[in-house]
Structure formats: C-alpha cells, structure tokens
C-alpha cells in the first residue's frame, strides 16, 4: 500500500523569505501523481502544484516549486518571497496513474506554515 | 462557475442520532470523494464514486457509514448511530474523468455531543 509522509508537524518563514515542506511517499507503482494542496483557515482545500511521476522537470507555478526526487521517493514545496496569505496547512498527496484503475488518493497529515511579519 | 458545495456548513447532533451530510459537485464532475479530517489530522479517504462503477468503499470506518449518489451528482453521506469519535469535518471533492485534479468543497463540521 501506498503511505505519505510529512514529518514537519509546523514551519515558520519571515515574509519574503523562502521555505522547503518536505514529503517522502512509498510506492511499488511507476506511474502516479503526486500534489500539494493549501488549506488556509477557511478550510477550503486548493491546489497549489502537482508533478506528474514520468515527467523529469520539476513543476513550477509562480512562487511554487518543487524537487521531485523519484528514485528517493521525495517530494519538497519550495515557497519563494513568502507572503502571509502563504500561511496555511500544506498537504502533500499521492494518487495512483491510471493504469492502476484507481483515482484514491492518499494524503500525509500536513504541515502548518506561519509567515512571520 | 459553481464550485462544489456542501451542506449543512455546521452540524450538532447527540450521540446516536443519525446524520446526513450532503454534497454537490461541480456539474459534468463524474469524480466525488469523500473524506474526513479530525482535528489536526490529515485527510482520511472514505469513499470514491466514478462514473456508473461500484464505489470503492475500502475507506468506511465502520458499518455506520454510507454514502450513495444519485443520478451520478449528489451524493448523501449518512452516519448511524453517531459517535463522539465521529466528531470531525467531512470534505467533499469532485474531478472530471480522468483529470487528477480534485476541488473540494468547504466541509462540513460535524460535533457529536
């Protein structure tokens, strides 16, 4: 079975500075795609990025990036120019390809990021 | 457009009294999840309809639970004989066929008295 893991309950970043969420997975599967999604205290979840496995490039969206180690099972958001809208509970998130006939997904237990003023 | 709505927003009910919770994806969505997330938790799957296939229940913590979706758009999840551990916000999201990315509606807070 497929696990995802976040092992920084809370991280804080002075505004404008960057800051890295980790997220290691396990999977036997080759095919998949990985996410992150915001939760801010409204508890709307938002996407934010997603990576799919066959893609080499790490994905980017504006502030958001990530690095996306496949062969170390690793899966780290990078926050640039950190605002405080950026402050929310980040969840990084697995589901399996669509070779595997399933579209469930499988979330880690989050990291609540403070942005500092 | 409408995003995925859920109601009610808020929910207090006594210990074994039956709830309802209800969820409307996004039109032409043939994708809908169910989760729930306890107080500083993370996401815990429940259940998955697509399309016209058999849901994949693997989720349901117990017995209790259900959930069904009528005329592959709203779906209803029903919790029997509620529990104090069943205390928690239920998230709803939807996804177009084949298209990984899910939206999520603002949950529903359920508190067992």
């Known amino acids: 079975a497929q696990t995802v893991t976040q092992s920084q309950p809370e991280m804080s970043v002075q505004e404008a500075e960057t800051v890295t969420l980790s997220c290691t997975y396990d999977?036997?599967?080759?095919?998949?795609?990985l996410f992150w999604y915001k939760q801010p205290p409204s508890r709307q979840m938002i996407l934010v990025i997603r990576?799919?496995?066959?893609?080499?490039q790490n994905a980017t969206e504006n502030r958001f990036s990530v690095n996306f180690q496949k062969a170390a099972k690793s899966f780290s958001l990078k926050i640039s120019d950190s605002q405080l809208g950026d402050a929310a509970m980040y969840f990084c998130?697995?589901?399996?390809?669509?070779?595997?006939?399933?579209?469930?997904?499988?979330f880690g237990t989050g990291t609540r990021l403070k942005v500092l003023a | 457009g409408a995003g995925v709505s859920q109601s009610p927003s808020n929910k207090v009910t006594e210990k074994g009294k039956d709830v309802e919770l209800r969820c409307d994806p996004i039109?032409?969505?043939?994708?809908l999840y169910w989760y729930r997330q306890s107080l500083g938790q993370g996401l815990e799957f429940l259940i998955y309809?697509?399309?016209?296939?058999?849901?994949?229940k693997s989720g349901l913590p117990s017995d209790r639970f259900s959930a069904e979706r009528t005329g592959g758009s709203v779906s209803t999840l029903t919790i029997q004989r509620t529990q104090q551990e069943d205390s928690a916000v239920y998230l709803c999201?939807?996804?177009?066929?084949?298209?990984?990315?899910?939206?999520f509606g603002p949950g529903t807070r359920l508190t067992v008295t």
């Open positions: 039109s032409g969505h043939t994708a």
């Open positions: 998130a697995y589901r399996s390809g669509t070779t595997s006939g399933t579209y469930k997904y499988i």
């Open positions: 990576q799919e496995a066959y893609k080499q």
């Open positions: 309809f697509q399309g016209n296939s058999a849901p994949d």
């Open positions: 999201a939807s996804a177009r066929q084949g298209i990984y990315e899910q939206y």
């Open positions: 999977t036997s599967e080759s095919d998949y795609y």
